[in-house]
């Protein structure tokens, strides 16, 4: 089983809907990252927290938010799905005592139409 | 602002040496990544540098200048399964993780 899953792997949706996707990671680290990548921009940081009570925005947060219910478990929403929210998002983790080696889940791609 | 240039695509011969090169300007630096992506599929790590000098690892080897904000990955002896993008990724002083969008590398038989 992977170490960082994210559910749902694949999500068709229309403009307007709210969509979660889920995060849950048996790795033990503190730190969840949310990213969002599209072709040819390289991966963009959307929300990140480092314990429980700590989130922070990334850059690109806005249309987005997170929840972080437990240690091992990171949400992202999209209260209001619109179409260039369509891209492939990936979880990821770190442990803070290490380098600061990510740990990415295997994806959830998104379509927004 | 915080950039990071790599070439957006390489192609390269089975069997060959590529090198893959990493500019960066970053606000501080606390270390640089590589990894690698095949496409529609998670990242994975590959190497880390956070002196300078030369780090190797079986076929792949990372550089380091940290005074030119220079690196480049090194992959041997390319196999087929080679062919993925390549992301490098800068730690800078707050420890935040800046990438770049990642060079493409095509490996042809």
């Known amino acids: 089983d992977a170490d960082v899953t994210q559910t749902p792997r694949n999500r068709i949706t229309k403009t307007g809907k709210r969509i979660m996707l889920e995060c849950s990671q048996t790795?033990?680290?503190?730190?969840m990252y949310w990213y969002r990548q599209d072709p040819g921009l390289g991966l963009q940081l959307i929300y990140y927290s480092f314990d429980v009570k700590d989130i922070n925005k990334g850059e690109i947060s806005d249309g987005y938010s997170v929840s972080r219910q437990a240690q091992a478990k990171f949400s992202l929403s999209l209260e209001s799905a619109i179409p260039n929210q369509t891209a492939l998002y990936f979880c990821a983790t770190s442990d803070f005592r290490d380098t600061g080696e990510l740990f990415f889940g295997e994806g959830s791609r998104l379509t927004v139409l | 602002g915080q950039n990071i240039d790599q070439p957006t695509e390489m192609t390269a011969t089975e069997g060959a040496i590529v090198q893959i090169n990493c500019t960066y300007q970053?606000?501080?630096?606390?270390?640089l990544f590589w990894y690698q992506q095949h496409a529609g599929e998670a990242p994975t790590f590959l190497s880390y540098?956070?002196l300078d000098g030369l780090e190797e690892k079986g076929r792949f080897s990372s550089f380091l200048s940290r005074s030119k904000g220079y690196s480049y990955l090194l992959l041997k002896e390319l196999q087929m399964k080679d062919s993925a993008s390549y992301l490098c990724a800068v730690t800078d002083s707050n420890y935040q993780l800046i990438w770049g969008a990642g060079t493409k590398l095509i490996i042809k038989p």
């Open positions: 790795k033990g680290h503190d730190r």
């Open positions: 540098n956070v």
């Open positions: 970053t606000s501080g630096f606390n270390g």
